[in-house]
């Protein structure tokens, strides 16, 4: 399959928008009223620190909208009002908020239903008008909807494609892609769609167990066991991976992803003669600003004095999820939520404990004064953190008067 090929004469076709309708400041003052805030509008400017009674506030210093989202929102909401009468599709959630994606079930933007665990694009039809999220979609449903005449706006974040275009070179290279990342995620299903050998790794264990596999061989059966939902049609861990490049999911944890790369490289290193590594590895930083940015901020957070972290985000988000799991690394007692309304009633808090189901906390917010941490993933919106804060002014106000 020529997947360049392929998106060559997509993006010349009439059919395939990605660059919006020029119609920003038409869609500004909706945006602007569903997501953004003047009180955390204010927090930016004043040092990213609010203090009110019993509460101090200190947001992290990068946090919330990355501008891939922010370009993914607004053209989906310019799509609407480009084709104000069309049906309009998405073919996964936009963004992984839950907020953003019923906005969008509000305006009449369908979600592709599932038949059988499967997206049934039956229901789609010639002429209609479908989104791809900021995750991309796969080869094979931007090559289907293509065919079925649609027409295509592609919000997919260039720093995704960019992930897209290494793969590209490592197959025309016929070096297997080493993808870290999460294999059922939206954003590494379609990155591995453009690949022609892969295997995903989730972790540095995955990857040192894959690195074992390299260096000293070991059971075919066990590795394919432990791979087998995570690896291309055919793979063969004896042959596939004499020759590997590496790619990533835009938001895994920045410091995993280069330990990943490494390991890699020191392995190939050994295995074939420095000399000939080129032939056998290759690697290009795919981690995005974004990510990087808010993972710092999170790190420079933790080392302040704090009584607690509250992390705001989809329960399904990925950054969001590192951002907590940089919290709990540094013994901080800290609770993921996805919306002010897990605050509540009284002095309670549903929230996600990471790699568990949903728990409700009673008198979680502690008597006198405290010192809150608040960071949000890149798929938040402001309106969500500053409806988070109200809250637990609120909260304070009335355990003070109590
Ligand atoms: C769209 C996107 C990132 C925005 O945050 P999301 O929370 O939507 O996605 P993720 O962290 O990958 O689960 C892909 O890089
Ligand atoms: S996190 Fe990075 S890759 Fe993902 S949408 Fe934002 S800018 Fe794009």
Redesign the pocket.
């Known amino acids: 399959m020529d997947t360049k090929a392929f998106k060559r004469a997509l993006n010349s076709s009439e059919q395939y928008y990605r660059k919006g309708f020029g119609r920003e400041t038409e869609v500004a003052p909706v945006l602007q009223s569903e997501y953004q805030s003047n009180l955390i509008q204010q927090l930016r400017e004043n040092n990213f620190t609010l203090q009110r009674g019993e509460v101090t506030i200190r947001l992290a210093e990068a946090f919330g909208f990355?501008w891939?989202?922010e370009r993914a929102v607004a053209m989906a909401y310019e799509t609407r009002q480009h084709f104000p009468s069309d049906r309009i599709w998405i073919t996964n959630e936009i963004?992984?908020?839950p907020s953003v994606n019923s906005n969008l079930r509000d305006m009449q933007v369908e979600f592709i239903p599932m038949k059988d665990k499967q997206k049934d694009f039956s229901v789609v039809g010639k002429g209609d008008v479908v989104i791809l999220p900021?995750?991309g979609a796969s080869f094979q449903e931007m090559q289907l909807l293509n065919e079925k005449g649609c027409t295509i706006v592609d919000t997919t974040?260039p720093?995704?494609s960019k992930v897209w275009n290494t793969v590209e070179k490592h197959k025309k290279g016929n070096y297997t892609s080493i993808i870290h990342g999460k294999y059922n995620?939206e954003?590494t299903i379609a990155t591995s769609s453009f690949a022609n050998k892969y295997l995903v790794v989730l972790n540095l264990a995955e990857a040192e167990y894959v690195c074992n596999y390299i260096l000293k061989g070991g059971k075919r059966d066990e590795f394919m066991a432990k791979f087998h939902k995570a690896c291309s049609a055919g793979f063969n861990p004896d042959t596939d991976l004499e020759r590997i490049g590496i790619a990533n999911?835009?938001?895994m944890l920045k410091g995993e992803t280069e330990q990943i790369g490494k390991l890699f490289e020191r392995t190939m290193m050994r295995k074939y003669r420095p000399g000939q590594l080129n032939q056998h590895f290759l690697s290009f930083n795919t981690i995005?600003d974004a990510t990087q940015e808010r993972q710092d901020a999170m790190f420079k957070l933790v080392d302040e004095k704090l009584d607690l972290m509250i992390v705001i985000?989809?329960f399904?988000?990925?950054?969001?999820t590192h951002l907590q799991e940089i919290a709990i690394e540094q013994d901080i007692l800290s609770y993921h939520i996805d919306s002010a309304e897990r605050i509540g009633p009284g002095n309670r808090i549903q929230h996600k404990p990471l790699h568990r189901d949903l728990e409700v906390v009673e008198n979680w917010l502690p008597q006198g004064s405290i010192a809150i941490g608040i960071t949000s993933?890149?798929?938040t919106p402001d309106k969500v953190v500053a409806d988070v804060l109200e809250k637990i002014f609120e909260l304070k106000a009335a355990t003070v008067v109590t």
Do not use: R
């Open positions: 990355c891939g989202v963004i992984h908020n900021a995750f974040c720093w995704v995620h954003e999911q835009t938001t995005c985000g989809g399904n988000s990925s950054n969001t993933g890149a798929s």
